[in-house]
């Protein structure tokens, strides 16, 4: 069952939307996102099955179904800025069967309790939205001890958007939260201390 969760919008989110630029959907890429990406990056870093999962700017839920199908999440979470792009998601993962919940938000103001989730997949968000260190911090928040941060690294952003993603990085004082955990040329795992 997917559902849409509505949570109040604070005002720091509603002025993150005047910062949002969303990003062209190609089907291509989505392709290449759902089944070759998310599959290699899960054998890769060798993430665990059976947790707590939010996707941070899932966008239109590309991901979220392999996800589901190759970690069998107690729960499974997107959020995103973009309420159309969460429609969307919803309409694809209903397509695919797949439990979800839908959150409207900004990953620089997460409307989620500390400790909700076990492992947060970014798929570029922090990369590509002003005060990376902000989203960093939250994200940390909501991980249980002991959980897993996903972040593509520079040379993924390259790849995936070589003009947009031009001089930008993650904070890495912010990121020094995380202990690393494994590393795999396009992506990154970090772990929160216990």
Do not use: K
Request: net charge positive; with cysteine; proline share 8%.
């Amino acid at each position: 069952m997917t559902t849409m969760t509505e949570h109040p919008v604070p005002l720091a989110s509603r002025a993150a939307d005047a910062e949002y630029r969303p990003f062209p959907d190609r089907e291509g890429r989505n392709t290449r996102q759902e089944w070759f990406e998310v599959p290699a990056m899960v054998f890769a870093l060798e993430l665990p099955a059976g947790g707590r999962i939010l996707e941070v700017g899932c966008g239109r839920g590309v991901a979220l179904p392999e996800l589901h199908r190759m970690l069998a999440p107690t729960r499974l979470t997107g959020l995103d800025l973009d309420r159309s792009a969460l429609a969307d998601a919803r309409a694809r993962a209903t397509r695919r069967d797949t439990p979800v919940e839908l959150v409207p938000g900004d990953v620089r103001d997460l409307p989620f309790p500390d400790a909700a989730f076990d492992l947060v997949v970014d798929f570029g968000t922090c990369y590509h939205i002003a005060r990376p260190g902000a989203a960093i911090r939250e994200i940390a928040r909501v991980l249980a001890p002991g959980g897993i941060f996903v972040h593509e690294t520079r040379i993924n952003q390259f790849f995936s958007h070589p003009v947009r993603s031009r001089g930008r990085r993650l904070p890495e004082e912010t990121l020094r939260r995380f202990h690393r955990r494994r590393s795999a040329l396009l992506w990154t795992s970090r772990f929160v201390s216990s």
